[in-house]
């Protein structure tokens, strides 16, 4: 715990995301946006752990995240997402999805574009609960059950699925550049095909038995058939989107709703998960096994977590330990990353070795030296 700087904030944080750096740097991150919910005034913030002269220590910071700017945000921040490295989206729960610049020079933030009542029923806003981005196109989904398409560049909306659930939208990514997965509220998950003119799923999976609303998706950096989902029971659910229609594992993460699951974007042996119980979880395969995960069987196999400090090294990919559902040699290992905590843990990023969290105890969690 010792490499985690708290910086409190006097505001609930929902979102917490890294601003992306170049894929051909080894730079780690060093700016970050938060988004708030549930306050008198919510707002948008950049925030920086970079040496802006206000330190002369060693290693360049003192590590306590420093505010650049920060700007008024019409209703709680539902999803935050870059575009790119001045521009980020947000979700509101007025149904709003805005973009805004990020002027570093300035340090100033201003509007570029605002689709106001994007998501609406019929004499009401409804909550836009989840974007995607791949610039310039933007995905969001809502409460409304409804997937819309915009692009950065045009004022206007590009597509509209109005129909695409009856339930609500909760999380959405995508799978390729022409594909999208949604998950609902009644444990479904649905592909969507851009290319097809259907307002139908291509396909639907879904969870047997009790159907547990599903919060939030990643997709696999490198496999893109294969899936982690988690819900309002704390269980973490990995998919084979082209095996069959239920989880090829589940495993007990947490004892409350799992608001985000994230693969580690460069070194998918890893991965992580925060929830409602006020844990952020650090998942890591020790698999030493060359099988490929396929072919090692294992659907639907519970296993359990335990905190345990993760080994180094493992290099064998996560998705080996997971599809093979087998936790009796050890292959997993997770690690609570957060002193002990009360209130839910909202949102999380991992970027290099650049670990973020927010939480309704209105603090900042950074962790600049996570071993992956």
């Known amino acids: 715990m010792e490499n985690i ?24 991150p060093d700016i970050f946006a938060t988004g708030s919910w549930d306050n008198e005034v919510n707002k948008i913030s950049f925030w920086s752990i970079g040496n802006h002269g206000s330190s002369d220590m060693d290693d360049g910071f003192d590590g306590d995240p420093q505010l650049l700017c920060e700007y008024k945000h019409d209703g709680d921040v539902l999803d935050l997402q870059f575009l790119d490295q001045d521009r980020i989206v947000t979700t509101s729960s007025t149904g709003a999805v805005t973009i805004f610049r990020h002027h570093q020079n300035s340090q100033t933030i201003s509007v570029s574009q605002r689709w106001p009542r994007a998501h609406h029923y019929p004499c009401d806003n409804a909550p836009c609960t989840d974007v995607v981005c791949s610039s310039p196109e933007i995905v969001t989904v809502g409460e409304d059950g409804k997937i819309i398409v915009f692009r950065a560049d045009q004022e206007g909306v590009i ?42 799923p291509s396909q639907i999976l879904s969870l047997s038995g009790d159907r547990v609303p599903l919060h939030c998706v990643d997709r696999h950096p490198n496999q893109q ?30 004892s409350a709703e799992m608001w985000e699951v994230h693969f580690h974007p460069t070194n998918p ?20 096994s060359d099988m490929p995960s396929f072919l090692q069987g294992g659907r639907n196999n519970s296993m359990t977590s335990r905190s345990a400090m993760a080994p180094a090294g493992g290099n064998q990919s996560l998705i080996n330990a997971w599809l093979s559902g087998d936790s009796s040699k050890g292959r997993l290992e997770t690690t609570h990353m957060l002193p002990s905590q009360t209130l839910s843990v909202n949102s999380l990023d991992v970027l290099g070795q650049c670990l973020v969290c927010g939480t309704d105890g209105e603090a900042i969690f950074v962790n600049r030296q996570v071993p992956v």
């Open 5 to 28: 700087n708290a910086k409190y904030v006097s505001q609930k944080i929902s979102k917490t995301r890294w601003r992306l750096v170049s894929q051909s740097s080894l730079q780690q």
């Open 159 to 200: 597509r509209v699925i109005e129909n695409a659930d009856s339930s609500t939208i909760h999380a959405v990514t995508y799978l390729r550049t022409t594909e999208i997965l949604t998950v609902n509220s009644i444990g479904q998950l649905k592909l969507w095909d851009f290319r097809q003119q259907s307002n139908a």
């Open 225 to 254: 058939h294969i899936v982690a989902t988690g819900g309002q029971d704390g269980m973490l659910c990995v998919w084979d989107v082209r095996q069959g229609s239920t989880p090829f594992s589940i495993m007990e993460a947490h």
């Open 269 to 288: 042996d890893h991965l992580f998960t925060c929830s409602e119980d006020g844990s952020l979880l650090h998942w890591e395969t020790s698999t030493h």
